[in-house]
């Protein structure tokens, strides 16, 4: 009696699930994604040599020491979350679509580069390889990539069908250094949050774009806690009110949140405006947040200090990789802490590959997307 009202409680609580959420129950029931390929837009949070192709100069040792042996183009220890996305789909690490000697681009392309905005800078120190320029790329890719697969067998091997531009993932990880940008020009929070909205227009710009060249499936990374990373806990004036308990400095996070905020709204949007396109907004502010904030309950030490690097508070007044004269002899003083696989943040910017394998891990089941779908059902279009 009391074991059939149970199951009378539960399949009512399921019901009222599977009412609510019809579409997500349809989506859930689908068959899973098999994308042939991938194509990344970003910055060096999912750079796999664009930067080191275009200025033609590696990123330095000891980066790729844990898992390439030696550098491959990140600025990480080892892979990316672009790369163990990428190797959940059976497919290679993508090739920088900048780098023209030894690339293969049947399994996508990646368009990003370090440093990367999504608008047009005009300060010289910054990048030239904003979204508006990977979206050029893309756009010059597409059309190329069919004229050389046209020309015969050794090309089909290294292009994409044209099919597989629509059945392909697209993904995005950029907005950190548009915020950042901001700050270094001496802005206020309330001037950086200002500008806001022109970026993610034209962030949305470049969707519609991927959109009406066939694309169809898009993941979309919001922005992490940059006020957690050395490289502006160290080079921007903070006080002592402005760090947070965890000691990250709350106005670059609450900008951060702010462009999540409206990030999500234009995704939102886009969903209305897109009607075939599955959009899938990724909360990795959250993920990298909560990693920081209780690192040692999941198995990590020193959160804020950079793995690779030498010197001050951050362990970042030597920068990773690099290297003093000292009697005529070059010596690296930006070299690793013994155990990058127990550390998150790896050069004052970028995370380690156990932090990113961290990140993937929680990105992959969909309990921080929205809507909250896995990555494997990224394809089907869910609309609540
Ligand atoms: C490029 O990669 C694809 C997929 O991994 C593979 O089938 C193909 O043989 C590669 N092309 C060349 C020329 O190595
Ligand atoms: C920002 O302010 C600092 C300190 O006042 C100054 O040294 C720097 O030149 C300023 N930067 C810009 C881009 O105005």
Redesign the pocket.
């Known amino acids: 009696m009391a074991c059939r009202f149970l199951r009378l409680v539960v399949l009512s609580a399921l019901l009222a699930v599977i009412t609510s959420f019809p579409s997500l129950v349809l989506a859930l029931t689908q068959t899973q994604c098999e994308f042939p390929a991938i194509f990344n837009f970003g910055d060096s949070n999912s750079d796999t040599g664009g930067f080191a192709a275009a200025f033609g100069q590696q990123v330095p040792p000891p980066n790729g020491e844990t898992y390439f042996r030696a550098p491959a183009g990140r600025y990480s220890d080892g892979r990316l979350i672009i790369d163990f996305i990428a190797g959940s789909f059976g497919l290679s690490y993508l090739s920088p679509y900048l780098n023209s000697v030894g690339s293969n681009f049947t399994g996508g392309a990646n368009f990003a580069f370090a440093g990367a905005t999504i608008r047009q800078q005009t ?1 010289s120190s910054s990048t030239p390889f904003s979204l508006f320029i990977q979206n050029n790329e893309f756009n010059d890719f597409h059309p190329r990539s069919q004229m050389a697969r046209r020309k015969g067998i050794v090309w089909q091997e290294l292009m994409p069908k044209e099919e597989d531009f629509s059945r392909a993932l697209y993904t995005f990880d950029i907005g950190q250094y548009d915020l950042t940008v901001g700050y ?3 802005m206020s929070t309330d001037q950086v949050k200002a500008y806001v909205p022109d970026v993610l227009n034209q962030f949305a710009t470049y969707i519609e774009n991927i959109y009406l060249q066939g694309g169809r499936s898009f993941w979309i990374h919001n922005t992490g806690p940059a006020g957690c990373l050395p490289y502006l806990l160290d080079q921007l ?1 903070i006080t002592a009110e402005q760090v947070d308990k965890v000691g990250c400095a709350t106005p670059f996070n609450e900008v951060a949140q702010y462009f999540n905020q409206r990030l999500k709204e234009v995704v939102a949007q886009l969903r209305k405006d897109l009607p075939l396109a599955a959009i899938t907004y990724v909360d990795v502010y959250s993920i990298k947040y909560s990693l920081i904030s209780q690192a040692s309950k999941y198995g990590f030490k020193r959160p804020l200090v950079a793995c690779c690097g030498y010197g001050g508070k951050y362990n970042y007044n030597i920068q990773c990789g690099m290297k003093i004269i000292k009697d005529g002899k070059q010596i690296l003083m930006g070299k690793s802490c013994k155990d990058p696989s127990v550390r998150i943040i790896w050069d004052g910017i970028h995370f380690t590959e156990a932090a990113n394998k961290w990140v993937y891990d929680r990105i992959v089941d969909g309990s921080y997307s929205d809507p909250p779908i896995p990555l494997k059902m990224a394809c089907h279009r869910f609309v609540n």
Do not use: A, G
């Open positions: 300060t270094f020009l001496n004036l």
